[in-house]
Every structure is written in C-alpha cells, then in structure tokens.
C-alpha cells in the first residue's frame, strides 16, 4: 500500500508538472486565437505570466506586446470573415478591447523616466490599430459598440503620448501611416489581408496637423466641427472647462467639479473619480442617497474606500463608536441581549462572541436564555448548573438549591416500572449509577410491587425478602421455615431428576442443599420399595421387596430373611450362583441363610461307592432325589439271587439291606 501511494504521487507531482510546463509555453509561443478552444488555457497563461513580472516597466512591454498579438488576431480573423459576418472578428476584438484596458493602466503604473523606452513599442501598436479598425465592414454589427471603444482607447493612448512629452503617434519616422500596412501577420500583410492602397489609407486622428497644442482634440472632442466651439470665428477667449459646455448634462446633484475629475474626453462611461486629487473628503455631499436605509450616519470613509463599495472595513476605535445600537440594532435575532453589541462581540466578526456575564453584571439568565431551554427543563436560572464558558459540564448543586423533590424533574428520566418514590431514596446527586436503595430507611417490605419483573419464570411467588438480602440478588438463602413453606413441590418439580420420588422433597432433603439427602422410610411410611427403587435393581435381581434384604441406610449389608419372605424356591434366586456340575437341588439341602459357607450334605451313602468317586450321576442319572443301583448292577441277576429272600421284588429296597452299600450290610462293596 505504501508503495502504491508513493507511486500514485510521483505520478501526480509529473502530470502536474508536465501540465503547468505547457500552459507555461503557451503564454510564450501564444499559437491559438479567439475562438479556438485551446485559447483558453492560452489566454489564462498570459495573464498568469503578466501578474508574475513585478518590474512596471517590463509589465508595460509585456503588456504592449500581447495587445500586439490580439490586434494580429483581430486582422487575421476579420480578413478571414470574407463578408459572411465578422462574430470571430469581433471575439477577437473584444479581448483586443481588454489588452488595451491593461496596456493604459500599465503605462500609467510605469515609472515616469521609463516612458520613452516604451514610446516606439507605442507608436507602432497605435498605427497597427488605427489601419486595422478603418476597415471594420460598416454591414457588420457591432451591438455593444467594442469598435468605437478600441477606437476611444487608441486615442487616450496618442493622448498619453502628448502629455508624457513622447513624441506623437505621427512621429519617430513614423509619419507615413502606410508603413504600418506592410506589418507582417502570420495571415500576411495588412495591405495582403484587407487589399488596401495604402495611398487611400486616411490621416489618422491625432496626428500633428489634427492637434490642440492647448487642448488636444481628442475622443469625442476630435469629432467636433471647429464651429462647435468656435461660432462666429471667434477663437480668442473660447473657454477650455468642460462645465463650459457640460453643464446641462450633469444629472440632478451630480458632483459639481471639472468632468475630467471623473471622465476622459473619450466617453462618459467608465467614470474614474480620483478623490485625492479632488480633495473630496467630504463625502456624504456626493453620496447621501447611495446609503441605505438606516446607515451610518458618519463619513463614507469610515468604512468604505475608494475602489470598491464591497469590502468595507468600519475603524470604530477611529470613528470613536461606543454606541452600537445605534447602527446594529437591526441586526439583532428576536430575543436578543438588549445591551451594547460590544458586550459579546468584536468588531472584526459577529461570530466568535464572547457574553462577560460578570461584567455586565448578568444573574438573571432566564431573560436571554429562556428559548435555549429543552422541553421540561429546571425552570431556575442557569447558573444554578452552568458555567458562563459552555453549556456542557453542566452540574446542579442541589443541596444549594434546596433541591429534594426529585420527581419534578426527573419524572422523564425514569425507565418504565421503575420506583415511584424519590430519586433520592436510591441516586446520589453525581451520577445516576452506583445507586443504593435503603430498604430499611424507606419501610420497603412489600418486594413484589417493585421486582417482579426481576423474577425468573417459575420463580418462588412470595416477597423477594424469604431469600434474598437487600444487597445484591447473589447468595439468597430461602428460610422455609419462617416461609411456612411445606409444599416443597409447588418450587421444586422443575429440580426432580425423571423417575424421581413423588413426595415432599422434605422427606429427604435439608433446607440446606440437594446433597447429604436421607428418607426416613418409617416417617413416610414407604413400605412398596419398588415404587422407587425398581430402577435400582440388578439384572435377575431378587423381585421382591428391597426391604427383604436391604437397610434403609445403605444398599450395603443386605441381609435376606428367607423365613419371613417365605422363601422356599431356592433355584429361583441362586441359580446362577451355582458352580459347574453342582447339585441341582434347593440350595437348602446343603446351604443355611446365614452363608454359602458351612455347606451341610446329608448322604448316608458311601460317595465313592463302587469308584463313584463323588460322581452324583452314577446313582442319580436323572437327578436327585431319584436313584437306582442298576446303572452298575444287573437287576435281572440282582432279582434271581434276592427271589428267595425278599419278599415282593427289591426295587428301592436297596439301601435298607446295603446302607452302606456292602453285601449283607458290610464288606466289601457289592
């Protein structure tokens, strides 16, 4: 980015060079003419170049030189014109017009013993103009009369010449004016342009046999017939004061000095009056009813000078004015301080005032200031918050003030459902916030008219003051107790967990927190465990009532009263208690309540009976209590050998001869 600006500004910085270095050649070469666009710039630079040369009698050649160059402009496009109109003509005559404005008053600016350096340069612009003007077509138009202008101004020129002592525009080898016809153009020759004999070519006005030696005839004065002033022949003793013959023309109270205090022979327009040499220094007798209404009364030179109504400058320290009502009072806005301008304003500008309230003494403020007030503002003075140096900063004294009805100005300062009492019960008199309300002080007691819109949703609808202390709304701490409150549900629904007990939460939790809980099952008389605790169970939990095995202090140390639950079916329970190929049977034939341990198996008969060696499934292949001996022996044979001694067969008579499975009750194994 900062490259880019640096370039972006190189690039700037040579446009505009490059620019001011062309526009400056233009006011050097000068190839453009009126009419053409680029003239323009071209014209601009001249001037620019004009202003820029600060020696007068080099600006005066300057000067010359471009009205030179606009007369050149004038011939060639004038020659150009062919009859068809002369509009370019007279563009160009125009600026020609101004070139000469600029030419007398740079000659008149020229340092006095500079003249005859400028003489030659003079003469030849003079002739150049007078042979170009005398061929200004008659059919042409001419409505704002530039051609007789120029004219008047070649003369005022020629004038100049005479009265600097220069030689006339007919002298310095000059007195032929066809000399100046053979001027070369860059269109040609005068004579080329126009095709005129320079042997037809008029004597110019002015020159030596056209002259005054007492009063130069010049300007309107050179188209007067002899017999104009001189009737009768009479020349001697003819008056030579303009108001000789003027008189008639002043208008009604015109100043009553010479003319030429104002005009020039040439034209009563463009009317200069030269008050210092007219020592006028008094002018309200000449300009009275140039004042408006209601002006100063004083001297025009008080204010104005004498090039320019505009830009006055009134010197009241000079003109002693103290009294400033008597000429601004018009320029007072409605309502405004009555007193003295000078109070707040100087006399340079209006704006920028400054109201010394202790100079003038100024406590009432409500007589200037009311408009200034906002709607419902303090209806006291000012001061009573403000300094005279702004309005902001603003700070109200109100103890000075006695100020303690606090609702007659801040009503509008209140949010909506705020305190309805003073501002003072909670606010201080320096800032709106770090407000302390003293509910103590104010017998504040009923919480709910002022915080309800502080409550959550679902919150407790009692008064704030059961939890919550008048501090801060943090820490609350609900007494349920001094509350009454009992129906822990009507709070608390929201904060059971799913499949949570349905009663009081008093019935297990303290006031003090959710934590530490303990039911008294005997208090709340819960007897179905598995309303509650359904959830609690094991998979293939025992599906009776947890009060069976289990304490109400702990799910630890169950002990299971098999006698009181009338439990019975033991493979019910402890099926999956069993070890691999253990005994198939109620647990009870071996197993007491108390423990697994001490197991107490009854069996009379030998467990290792005929190399059973404690395998159950010899004697009892489908389980006990059933069992047969003729897994091993052959009950055919068995029944053969018993026939004559036991009496209606031997089946499940084994035992009862063999207890202890010997042959003849003892010895060795049958």
């Known amino acids: ?14 446009l505009a060079t490059v620019t001011v270095g062309i526009t400056a050649s233009l006011a050097v070469i000068r190839p453009f003419r009126p009419g053409q666009l680029p003239f323009t710039v071209q014209h601009f630079a001249e001037q620019a170049r004009a202003r820029l040369i600060f020696n007068r009698t080099r600006q005066a050649r300057y000067r010359l030189e471009l009205a030179e160059e606009r007369a050149e402009d004038f011939v060639v496009l004038l020659g150009s014109a062919n009859g068809a109109g002369g509009e370019a003509a007279l563009l160009a005559a125009g600026f020609l017009n ?32 007078d042979v170009a003007i005398s061929t200004w077509p008659a059919s042409f138009p001419d409505p704002q009369g530039i051609i007789a202008l120029i004219a008047a101004k070649i003369d005022t020129l020629r004038a100049m010449l005479d009265s600097t002592g220069i030689a006339a525009a007919g002298g310095s080898g000059l007195e032929d004016p066809s000399s100046i016809l053979s001027f070369q153009g860059s269109g040609g020759t005068i004579a080329e342009l126009f095709g005129i004999d320079p042997r037809e070519v008029i004597f110019p006005p002015g020159s030596p046999g056209a002259l005054h030696a007492f009063f130069p005839l010049v300007g309107g004065h050179a188209e007067l017939e002899c017999a104009t002033c001189h009737s009768n022949g009479q020349y001697a003793g003819t008056p030579n004061q303009c108001t000789a013959c003027h008189a008639a023309e002043a208008p009604p109270d015109h100043y009553p000095g010479e003319c030429s205090a104002c005009h020039t022979p040439f034209s009563w327009q463009n009317a200069t009056f030269d008050h210092g040499i007219a020592g006028a220094i008094d002018c309200i007798s000449c300009h009275l009813d140039d004042k408006p209404a209601n002006h100063f009364s004083g001297q025009c030179s008080a204010c104005h000078n004498t090039t320019d109504w505009a830009a006055a400058v009134f010197n009241h320290q000079a003109a002693g004015a103290t009294e400033c009502l008597s000429c601004h009072t018009k320029d007072k806005p409605t309502n405004h301080f009555s007193g003295q301008c000078s109070a707040c304003h100087n006399t340079s500008s209006w704006a920028g005032a400054v109201f010394n309230h202790q100079a003038m003494g100024a406590t009432d403020c409500i007589s200037c200031h009311t ?19 702004s309005w902001a900063g603003a700070v109200f004294n109100h103890q000075a003030m006695g100020a303690t009805d606090c609702i007659s100005c801040h009503t509008k300062d209140k949010p909506a459902n705020h305190f309805s009492g003073q501002c ?27 915080h309800t819109k502080d409550k959550p949703a679902n919150h407790f609808s009692g008064q704030c003051s059961n939890c919550h202390n008048t501090s801060k709304w943090g820490d609350a701490e609900f007494n349920h107790s001094a509350a009454g409150a009992t129906d822990c549900l009507s709070c608390h629904t929201k904060d059971k967990p799913v499949n949570h007990f349905s009663g009081q939460c008093s019935n297990c939790h303290n006031t003090s927190k959710w934590g530490d809980a303990t039911f008294d099952h005997g208090a709340a008389g819960a007897t179905d465990c598995l309303s509650c605790h359904s959830g609690d169970k094991p998979a293939n939990h025992f599906s009776g009532q947890c009060s069976a095995c289990h304490s109400t202090s702990s799910w630890g140390g169950a002990t299971f009263d098999h006698g009181a639950a009338g439990a019975t079916d033991c493979i019910s329970c402890h099926s999956g208690d069993k070890p691999p190929n253990h005994f198939s049977g109620q647990c009870s034939n071996c197993h007491n309540t108390s423990n697994w341990g001490d197991a107490s198996f009854d069996h009379t008969f030998p467990l290792d009976h005929h190399g059973a060696k404690g395998d159950c ?24 050998e018993h026939a004559d001694n036991v009496t209606g067969g031997i089946d499940g008579k084994c035992v009862q001869c063999h207890p202890d499975g010997k042959k003849g009750g003892g010895g060795d194994d049958d």
């Open 98 to 129: 101004q070139a000469l404005d600029q030419v007398i008053v740079a000659i008149v600016a020229a340092p006095q013993e500079d003249l005859p350096d400028l003489t030659s340069q003079l003469q030849g612009l003079i002739l150049q103009i």
């Open 371 to 389: 408009k200034d007030k906002p709607a419902n503002h303090f209806s006291g003075q000012c001061s009573a918050c403000h300094n005279t140096s």
């Open 617 to 640: 499934a010899k004697c009892h292949p489908s389980g006990p209590p059933a069992w047969t001996c003729y897994g091993c022996h052959d009950k055919q044979k068995m029944e053969e």
């Open 424 to 450: 003072s019960a909670c606010h201080n008199t320096s800032s709106w916030k770090g407000a302390e309300f003293n509910h103590q002080a104010m017998g504040a007691t009923d919480c709910i008219s002022c």
């Open 1 to 14: 980015m900062r490259r880019f600006l640096i370039s972006a500004s190189l690039i700037l910085v040579l």
